[in-house]
């Protein structure tokens, strides 16, 4: 009997501490972490072909992986940055909508502008097809033919617009930028 009333009363002192009791509350999503085996996200250098003094030349981009092809076009079609800008110019438009990039089957890549792109002239479409043709990583949009350091292997690239299309090669690019 005097168990029990030591048992009594430790429950009425816990329960009369002053808590109230309450339901379970809702606060979001559990805490987490990294996951095993993911990796953070590392910038990687892309060349982009600009023009120097009217000559293609590659510039290095800095961008966070992982990088598409869509995305590199997008940089290229937004033009040389601030710092680039002191020697680099383009041809390429700017695009109000990003392109359709697409790897075709065999050793092309198309670039579908939106349809108020007026056509590309020679020096803008060099720019596409060496931007494509050393582009290096692991691109979803990239065709059957690439290189194991990614850039591809004879590339043609096929600019697509409203009522015109322009074909070239990247096979005579200049150099991609080295570290």
């Keep these: ?11 009425l002192t816990l329960s009369a501490c002053g808590v109230p009791p309450s339901d379970v509350i809702e606060a979001g999503e559990p805490a987490s972490g990294v996951s095993p085996g993911s990796k953070p996200s590392v ?23 992982p990088v ?17 800008s002191v020697t680099a110019t ?34 803008a479409v060099l720019q596409l097809a060496c931007t494509v043709a050393h582009v290096s990583g692991s691109f979803a ?5 690439a290189h194991r350091d990614g850039a591809l292997a004879s590339t043609n690239v096929h600019v697509l617009g409203d009522g015109w299309t322009r074909t070239q090669s990247g096979d005579s690019c200049p150099e991609p930028w080295q570290p």
Excluded: C
């Design 68 to 84: 598409d092809l869509g995305t590199v076009l997008g940089q290229l079609f937004d033009g040389p940055t601030n710092g680039e």
């Design 90 to 123: 383009t041809q390429l438009p700017r695009l109000a909508n990003a392109p359709d990039v697409t790897g075709g089957s065999g050793h092309g890549v198309s670039i579908k502008l939106p349809d108020d792109v007026a056509p590309l002239s020679h020096r």
């Design 43 to 65: 910038p990687v250098v892309v060349s982009l072909y600009f023009l120097d003094d009217g000559a293609l030349k590659a510039y290095p981009r800095k961008m966070a992986e």
């Design 141 to 145: 949009a990239l065709p059957k033919g």
């Design 1 to 11: 009997m005097k168990g029990l009333l030591v048992g009594f009363a430790a429950a």
